[in-house]
Structures are given as C-alpha cells and as structure tokens.
C-alpha cells in the first residue's frame, strides 16, 4: 500500500488537512475532497493508452502525474488510501440503472468502510452527480449530501439499489449491487470491456467531470455543460482540440500529454 510519505503527497492532491485516525468526519471529508480536486477522465482510453490497475501505477498517473481517472482507476485508489489508513473496506460490483429498458452489466467499482459497527458506501468514480459523501449502507433511510437526497431499497436482482432525488426532481435509481466480496482482480475484466469492447462508450469520445461546491461541470464528446441544482447553467459546444486541451487544464486541472488527441 501507499507509505506515509505517498499518503502526505496524496493528501495534498485533494488539499485535505485532517487526521490520519479512522473516522466517519474524516472519511466524510476526504470523500468530498477528492471530487473536488480530482476528476473523473477518459484520456487514455480514448488515446489507446493501456489501463493498469496497480497501486503504484494509479499512484503515479493520478497522484504524481495529476491526472484523473474513471471509476476503476478512481475507486482503486481510493481504496488504497483508505487500507493504508487502516480502514476496513470491502470491494462489490454494481450496475447502474439509468437505462431502464435493459439491465446494464456489473461493471462499476463499489467500496463498503466498516466503522464504528456501521457501513458506509463511499464512491468516488461517478461521472454525474452522485452522492458527495460516504452513505450509511441501511435500508430506507434517508440520507442528504447538501445537494441531493438519497436513500437505499432492497431488491431481489439487483440487491441494494441507491436512490437519488434532486433539487426539484422525483426519486429514480442509480445504480444496484449485491454483496459478493470483490478481489483487486475481479476488476480487470469489466475494466478490459470498458477499455476495448465495440460496444463501450468509454473509447468513443470523451467524459470528463469534476465537482466544485453545488455544481459538476463536464465535457461529454464534444459539449462542455455546467449542471448546478439539476439544471444546466451553461453549455457550448467546443470547436477545436485547442479550446479542448484548454479547458482540460483550466477547468479540470488536467494537463493533456502533447501527443493526446482529447477527440478521436
């Protein structure tokens, strides 16, 4: 896992200044932090830039290099920050459920802290909004991050189902998971269709996304949105790879390789 040394480095990406100890505020916040400071990308996908898994290699590219991530990679680091804090995390798969018509393959990256005989869902590797902070993993209870509403319901296929209502919006479901412990292995394979299969939107153009106080701004293909209480504030569309690269930089803080094409 990651030494003090990586854990002070880490803790400077996200601009966290709290304690070291196992706790639900200091979990809360470095969850919320890493939103903020760390963005949701798809830049090497789109580049044919092979993904590693690995502790060291998602070390380098998003802590040293100041890159980002997609959930894989985003939840992977996550995690091992929070096991080389000594907290007691396991892994699931879910599938999201904004495509109603059909059930979505299990291909998202699900972390469980137990703390304080109480479990909490933490996830740091949605594209969209999502919940900000940790989740007590407990049936219909409601549960707010300041921005949206959330809560969990039990299904018999999906398992746990989490629950969003935002700002002047109905409930409707994000995404489901079972409790079969998961293995840093088990990950390849969902992470490899996301990568390489025809089918995955991952490789056709791009997602980008950060989170900043009540808002998330993206890049989806070729639109750059700001959504701010469930309503788009602004929207154009970007003309060239150089408007491109710049608001990478400026607006997600991602600092493009010169040979990276943002649009394929």
């Not at 969209?128 to 921005?147: F, M, N, T």
């Not at 189902?161 to 409930?171: A, D, P, S």
């Not at 269709?193 to 998330?216: A, L, P, Q, R, V």
Request: charged fraction near 25%; hydrophobic fraction near 35%; charge should be neutral.
């Amino acid at each position: 896992m990651y030494n003090e040394e990586q854990i002070k480095a880490y803790f400077d990406r996200i601009k966290y200044y709290g304690g070291t100890e196992q706790s639900v505020d200091n979990l809360r916040e470095m969850h919320r932090l890493h939103l903020l400071y760390i963005p949701y990308e798809n830049l090497d996908l789109l580049n044919n830039i092979p993904l590693s898994l690995a502790p060291k290699d998602l070390y380098t590219k998003i802590i040293t290099n100041r890159r980002g991530g997609y959930c894989f990679e985003l939840q992977g680091l996550f995690l091992y920050l929070l096991k080389s804090l000594g907290y007691s995390v396991v892994q699931y798969l879910g599938r999201f459920m904004d495509e109603p018509e059909h059930i979505q393959m299990r291909r998202h990256r699900i972390l469980v802290v137990s703390l304080n005989d109480k479990r909490y869902v933490c996830d740091v590797g949605v594209r969209s909004e999502s919940p900000r902070v940790p989740l007590e993993l407990v049936e219909g209870q409601l549960q707010s991050d300041s921005i949206s509403e959330y809560r969990y319901e039990k299904d018999p296929f999906y398992g746990w189902v989490l629950m969003q209502r935002e700002r002047n919006k109905n409930w409707k479901p994000l995404l489901g998971f079972t409790e079969e412990p998961q293995i840093d292995d088990d990950f390849i394979m969902p992470s490899f269709y996301c990568e390489k299969h025809s089918n995955s939107t991952f490789n056709k153009f791009m997602k980008i996304s950060i989170f900043t106080g009540d808002s998330n701004k993206t890049i989806v293909g070729d639109v750059f949105s700001v959504y701010s209480g469930a309503k788009v504030t602004e929207r154009h569309k970007i003309t060239s790879k150089e408007e491109a690269v710049k608001l990478l930089r400026t607006v997600f803080g991602i600092d493009v390789p010169g040979h990276y094409n943002p649009f394929i």
